[in-house]
């Protein structure tokens, strides 16, 4: 395992991150020898970025995180996340603080090491769809200093996910150590320039945006939610009607659009799509960490495979993205 500093945090912080959430879904919903078995293995394997969330499996995730790494003695980095409900955003402070300290209590540690706005941002607050207002900012980054200061986290940062134009604007005011952003073969428009066809939500290069802070980037749907192994099919531990973000309309139309990018194994720079799809997100030095969601032990040794194998060639880059231009192009 390699290991990229997580921006100005300092944290050396390995290239394959383990995800919790439902997508993989094996700390919500998998058997919890298996929880054990498998985070054992990452431990082993070298990795040591462990993310998670209030939400995830309602706080099921954070539980059997909590439990196992405390079953193994782990010393390992974890980050989770805050989303505040449409009832919470007349009391942002005072939510952001009640909803970190009950994580500490579900993961039963002091601290963590990186706290993480997990809605959406918009221009004006939506309640109702869950969005943040740019203004309503201020006050989260407020209760993040104040739990810095307790010692109750160690850094902070957004997840970059919402309207572009207000994502700039949160990255632009210059707050935080860290952004997590959807980055992956389907939408690579975080880190680089796609076509004006493009038919997906274009992020604006906003890694690039933030390049001179020395923020730490965080990848997530680097599979696509899963769409980027080529198949429909679904572990059982995996959430099964998984909402597709920043690409199509239906999980079903990502892995349709996945087959598109077959030619990376066909040409030889990659045994299988799910490989490709992972190598791709650490091609960049702009990505501390790529996040992977994990059903079974043998998705996480294959996903660890894939790192190993390093990044993909330039030759493999080039032909990626003229393959990508030539595809949305044609939109």
Not at 60 to 66: A, F, I, Q, V, W
Not at 254 to 273: H, I, M, P, S
Not at 283 to 303: D, H, K, R
Request: charged share 25%; aromatic share 8%.
């Amino acid at each position: 395992m390699r290991y990229r500093r997580l921006g100005r945090t300092g944290l050396q912080v390995s290239e394959l991150g383990f995800g919790t959430g439902s997508m993989g879904g094996l700390m919500v919903k998998g058997e919890y020898r298996e929880m054990v078995e498998t985070v054992a293995r990452s431990v082993e394997l070298g990795v040591n970025y462990f993310d998670t969330a209030r939400d995830y499996g309602d706080g099921r995730s954070e539980s059997n995180l909590g439990a196992v790494l405390r079953e193994l003695k782990a010393d390992v980095y974890v980050g989770t996340k805050v989303r505040l409900a449409a009832s919470e955003m007349e009391h942002i402070e005072k939510a952001v603080i009640e909803s970190v300290e009950s994580s500490l209590r579900c993961l039963k540690r002091d601290y963590v090491d990186l706290i993480q706005l997990h809605n959406p941002i918009g221009v004006q607050r939506q309640p109702d769809r869950g969005y943040v207002g740019v203004d309503d900012l201020e006050p989260v980054f407020l209760a993040f200093e104040a739990l810095q200061r307790k010692g109750e986290i160690r850094h902070w940062g957004i997840t970059c996910l919402g309207e572009t134009e207000a994502l700039r604007q949160a990255v632009d005011l210059q707050r935080g150590h860290t952004l997590q952003t959807c980055y992956n073969l389907l939408n690579p428009s975080a880190l680089y320039r796609v076509p004006d066809e493009f038919p997906f939500q274009d992020y604006g290069r906003l890694i690039d945006r933030v390049s001179g802070n020395d923020v730490g980037v965080i990848a997530i749907r680097v599979l696509a939610g899963g769409a980027l192994s080529g198949t429909s099919c679904r572990h059982p531990n995996a959430d099964p009607d998984l909402p597709p973000i920043g690409t199509g309309r239906t999980y079903a139309e990502d892995v349709e659009l996945a087959r598109k990018f077959t030619f990376l194994v066909r040409r030889g720079y990659a045994g299988n799509l799910a490989e490709a799809a992972i190598r791709f997100a650490i091609s960049n030095t702009a990505i501390s960490t790529a996040l992977v969601g994990f059903s079974s032990l043998e998705q996480l040794n294959q996903a660890a495979e894939a790192v190993a194998t390093g990044p993909l060639p330039r030759e493999a880059l080039r032909q990626i993205t003229e393959e990508t231009w030539k595809l949305y192009s044609r939109r």
